[in-house]
Protein backbone atom coordinates (compact mmCIF):
# COMPACT_ATOMS: atom_id res chain seq x y z
CA UNK A 1 0.00 0.00 0.00
CA UNK A 2 1.27 3.24 -1.03
CA UNK A 3 1.46 5.85 1.23
CA UNK A 4 0.80 9.74 0.65
CA UNK A 5 3.51 11.01 -2.02
CA UNK A 6 4.31 14.43 -3.04
CA UNK A 7 5.84 16.07 -5.96
CA UNK A 8 7.90 17.70 -6.57
CA UNK A 9 10.37 17.34 -3.87
CA UNK A 10 11.87 20.66 -3.98
CA UNK A 11 11.44 23.72 -5.58
CA UNK A 12 12.95 26.77 -6.28
CA UNK A 13 11.17 29.82 -7.91
CA UNK A 14 11.65 33.45 -8.49
CA UNK A 15 9.61 35.68 -6.57
CA UNK A 16 6.60 37.00 -8.36
CA UNK A 17 6.63 33.34 -10.25
CA UNK A 18 3.01 31.00 -9.37
CA UNK A 19 4.00 27.53 -8.68
CA UNK A 20 1.98 23.89 -8.26
CA UNK A 21 2.55 21.54 -5.40
CA UNK A 22 1.06 17.86 -5.95
CA UNK A 23 -0.71 15.72 -3.73
CA UNK A 24 -1.62 12.15 -4.21
CA UNK A 25 -3.07 11.03 -1.20
CA UNK A 26 -3.52 7.03 0.25
CA UNK A 27 -6.26 5.26 -1.57
CA UNK A 28 -9.84 5.33 -0.36
CA UNK A 29 -8.76 8.38 2.05
CA UNK A 30 -11.75 10.93 2.28
CA UNK A 31 -9.86 13.55 3.90
CA UNK A 32 -6.95 15.28 2.62
CA UNK A 33 -5.28 18.58 3.98
CA UNK A 34 -2.42 20.72 3.48
CA UNK A 35 -0.33 22.20 6.06
CA UNK A 36 3.15 24.31 5.94
CA UNK A 37 6.50 23.78 8.24
CA UNK A 38 8.54 27.51 8.06
CA UNK A 39 12.00 27.26 9.62
CA UNK A 40 11.41 26.42 12.73
CA UNK A 41 8.12 26.65 13.88
CA UNK A 42 5.09 24.16 13.79
CA UNK A 43 2.84 22.47 11.34
CA UNK A 44 0.68 25.10 10.08
CA UNK A 45 -2.90 24.33 9.06
CA UNK A 46 -3.71 25.44 5.45
CA UNK A 47 -6.77 24.00 4.15
CA UNK A 48 -8.82 20.71 4.50
CA UNK A 49 -10.91 18.34 1.53
CA UNK A 50 -13.63 16.14 3.22
CA UNK A 51 -15.48 14.09 0.53
CA UNK A 52 -17.62 16.06 -1.69
CA UNK A 53 -18.04 18.94 0.92
CA UNK A 54 -16.53 22.42 0.52
CA UNK A 55 -13.28 22.66 1.49
CA UNK A 56 -11.96 24.19 4.86
CA UNK A 57 -10.27 27.03 3.66
CA UNK A 58 -9.54 29.49 7.12
CA UNK A 59 -5.86 28.45 7.82
CA UNK A 60 -5.03 29.85 3.73
CA UNK A 61 -2.23 32.70 4.90
CA UNK A 62 -3.89 35.17 1.59
CA UNK A 63 -5.52 35.02 -1.43
CA UNK A 64 -2.86 33.96 -3.48
CA UNK A 65 -3.19 30.61 -1.90
CA UNK A 66 -5.75 27.93 -3.24
CA UNK A 67 -5.97 24.55 -3.51
CA UNK A 68 -8.16 22.02 -5.29
CA UNK A 69 -8.79 18.17 -5.07
CA UNK A 70 -9.92 16.72 -8.06
CA UNK A 71 -12.28 13.95 -8.34
CA UNK A 72 -11.65 13.18 -4.81
CA UNK A 73 -8.30 12.41 -4.71
CA UNK A 74 -5.27 14.35 -6.30
CA UNK A 75 -5.12 17.77 -4.81
CA UNK A 76 -2.95 20.75 -6.10
CA UNK A 77 -2.26 23.56 -4.21
CA UNK A 78 -1.47 26.68 -6.09
CA UNK A 79 0.75 29.52 -5.07
CA UNK A 80 0.45 33.30 -7.08
CA UNK A 81 2.94 35.88 -7.35
CA UNK A 82 5.45 33.43 -4.68
CA UNK A 83 6.94 35.81 -2.04
CA UNK A 84 9.95 34.89 0.01
CA UNK A 85 7.89 34.57 3.36
CA UNK A 86 6.26 31.66 1.29
CA UNK A 87 9.63 29.63 1.42
CA UNK A 88 8.67 26.41 3.52
CA UNK A 89 8.10 22.91 3.62
CA UNK A 90 4.66 22.40 2.41
CA UNK A 91 2.84 18.79 3.74
CA UNK A 92 0.08 17.13 2.60
CA UNK A 93 -2.07 14.36 5.07
CA UNK A 94 -4.94 12.19 4.33
CA UNK A 95 -7.10 10.22 6.59
CA UNK A 96 -9.78 8.03 6.26
CA UNK A 97 -12.46 9.89 7.44
CA UNK A 98 -13.98 7.22 9.97
CA UNK A 99 -13.51 6.35 13.69
CA UNK A 100 -9.46 6.97 13.11
CA UNK A 101 -10.01 9.99 11.27
CA UNK A 102 -8.24 12.22 13.29
CA UNK A 103 -5.31 10.31 12.50
CA UNK A 104 -3.23 11.82 9.44
CA UNK A 105 -1.04 9.82 7.39
CA UNK A 106 2.15 12.92 5.86
CA UNK A 107 3.66 12.89 2.50
CA UNK A 108 7.09 13.57 2.42
CA UNK A 109 6.73 17.09 1.64
CA UNK A 110 7.35 20.17 -0.97
CA UNK A 111 10.43 22.36 -0.11
CA UNK A 112 9.42 25.48 -1.23
CA UNK A 113 12.57 28.29 -1.59
CA UNK A 114 11.98 31.71 -3.14
CA UNK A 115 14.55 33.35 -4.09
CA UNK B 1 -2.10 32.73 18.45
CA UNK B 2 -0.12 29.32 19.22
CA UNK B 3 -2.33 27.18 21.34
CA UNK B 4 -0.21 24.32 21.40
CA UNK B 5 3.21 24.59 22.71
CA UNK B 6 6.29 22.74 23.33
CA UNK B 7 8.73 25.03 25.23
CA UNK B 8 11.98 22.53 25.21
CA UNK B 9 13.24 22.99 21.49
CA UNK B 10 15.96 19.98 22.30
CA UNK B 11 16.39 17.15 24.86
CA UNK B 12 19.40 14.89 24.82
CA UNK B 13 19.30 11.53 27.03
CA UNK B 14 21.24 8.79 27.20
CA UNK B 15 20.33 5.31 25.53
CA UNK B 16 18.20 3.27 27.77
CA UNK B 17 16.83 5.89 30.29
CA UNK B 18 13.55 7.94 30.25
CA UNK B 19 12.75 10.60 27.49
CA UNK B 20 9.80 13.31 28.67
CA UNK B 21 8.44 15.19 26.39
CA UNK B 22 6.25 18.00 27.64
CA UNK B 23 3.11 19.80 25.60
CA UNK B 24 0.71 22.53 26.71
CA UNK B 25 -2.23 23.63 25.46
CA UNK B 26 -4.59 26.56 25.75
CA UNK B 27 -7.80 25.95 24.15
CA UNK B 28 -10.12 24.31 26.77
CA UNK B 29 -12.32 23.10 23.30
CA UNK B 30 -9.41 20.55 22.15
CA UNK B 31 -10.60 17.08 23.18
CA UNK B 32 -8.08 15.06 21.21
CA UNK B 33 -4.11 15.21 20.98
CA UNK B 34 -1.72 13.17 19.53
CA UNK B 35 2.08 12.90 18.92
CA UNK B 36 3.84 12.63 15.65
CA UNK B 37 7.65 11.81 15.39
CA UNK B 38 9.14 13.64 12.45
CA UNK B 39 12.78 12.28 10.41
CA UNK B 40 14.75 14.64 8.33
CA UNK B 41 13.83 15.02 4.98
CA UNK B 42 10.35 12.75 5.66
CA UNK B 43 6.46 13.46 6.87
CA UNK B 44 5.76 13.48 10.19
CA UNK B 45 4.44 9.56 11.21
CA UNK B 46 1.82 8.97 13.87
CA UNK B 47 2.95 7.53 17.35
CA UNK B 48 0.34 7.88 19.24
CA UNK B 49 -3.00 9.50 21.01
CA UNK B 50 -5.31 10.27 23.74
CA UNK B 51 -8.92 11.26 23.85
CA UNK B 52 -10.01 13.68 26.48
CA UNK B 53 -11.86 10.77 28.55
CA UNK B 54 -8.67 9.04 29.33
CA UNK B 55 -5.91 10.52 31.35
CA UNK B 56 -3.25 7.81 30.30
CA UNK B 57 -2.62 5.65 27.06
CA UNK B 58 0.19 3.45 26.46
CA UNK B 59 1.39 1.79 23.09
CA UNK B 60 4.78 -0.38 23.80
CA UNK B 61 7.51 1.83 24.73
CA UNK B 62 5.19 4.78 24.69
CA UNK B 63 2.91 6.13 26.97
CA UNK B 64 0.94 9.47 27.10
CA UNK B 65 -0.44 11.07 29.93
CA UNK B 66 -3.37 13.92 29.56
CA UNK B 67 -3.21 16.26 32.68
CA UNK B 68 -7.12 18.53 32.03
CA UNK B 69 -6.76 20.45 34.40
CA UNK B 70 -3.54 21.47 33.79
CA UNK B 71 -3.54 21.73 30.14
CA UNK B 72 -0.77 19.61 29.97
CA UNK B 73 0.53 16.56 28.15
CA UNK B 74 3.94 14.33 27.87
CA UNK B 75 5.38 11.82 25.84
CA UNK B 76 6.79 9.23 27.81
CA UNK B 77 9.42 6.85 26.07
CA UNK B 78 11.10 3.59 27.97
CA UNK B 79 13.71 3.13 27.30
CA UNK B 80 15.01 5.47 24.61
CA UNK B 81 16.64 3.83 21.67
CA UNK B 82 19.26 5.56 19.38
CA UNK B 83 16.02 5.25 16.73
CA UNK B 84 13.97 7.74 18.79
CA UNK B 85 16.10 10.44 17.70
CA UNK B 86 13.82 12.55 15.88
CA UNK B 87 11.30 15.91 15.97
CA UNK B 88 8.74 15.26 18.04
CA UNK B 89 5.35 16.83 17.78
CA UNK B 90 2.39 17.35 20.19
CA UNK B 91 -0.65 18.35 18.38
CA UNK B 92 -4.41 18.94 19.42
CA UNK B 93 -7.86 19.04 17.35
CA UNK B 94 -11.13 20.59 18.94
CA UNK B 95 -14.08 18.46 18.53
CA UNK B 96 -16.07 21.92 16.62
CA UNK B 97 -12.92 22.07 14.11
CA UNK B 98 -12.31 18.44 13.37
CA UNK B 99 -9.52 18.07 11.28
CA UNK B 100 -8.04 20.72 11.87
CA UNK B 101 -4.56 20.11 13.87
CA UNK B 102 -2.87 22.55 15.71
CA UNK B 103 0.73 21.31 16.15
CA UNK B 104 3.38 22.57 18.82
CA UNK B 105 6.55 23.93 17.48
CA UNK B 106 8.37 20.36 18.46
CA UNK B 107 11.23 19.13 20.00
CA UNK B 108 14.02 17.57 18.88
CA UNK B 109 15.05 14.39 20.69
CA UNK B 110 18.76 13.09 20.46
CA UNK B 111 19.35 9.54 21.98
CA UNK B 112 22.69 9.55 22.97
CA UNK B 113 25.01 5.79 23.37
Known amino acids: GAGVSQSPSNKVTEKGKDVELRCDPI?????LYWYRQSLGQGLEFLIYFQGNSAPDKSGLPSDRFSAERTGGSVSTLTIQRTQQEDSAVYLCASSSGDLDAEKQYFGPGTRLTVT | DQQVKQNSPSLSVQEGRISILNCDYTNSMFDYFLWYKKYPAEGPTFLISISSIKDKNEDGRFTVFLNKSAKHLSLHIVPSQPGDSAVYFCAASAYDSWGKLQFGAGTQVVVTP
Open chain 1, 27 to 31: SGHTA
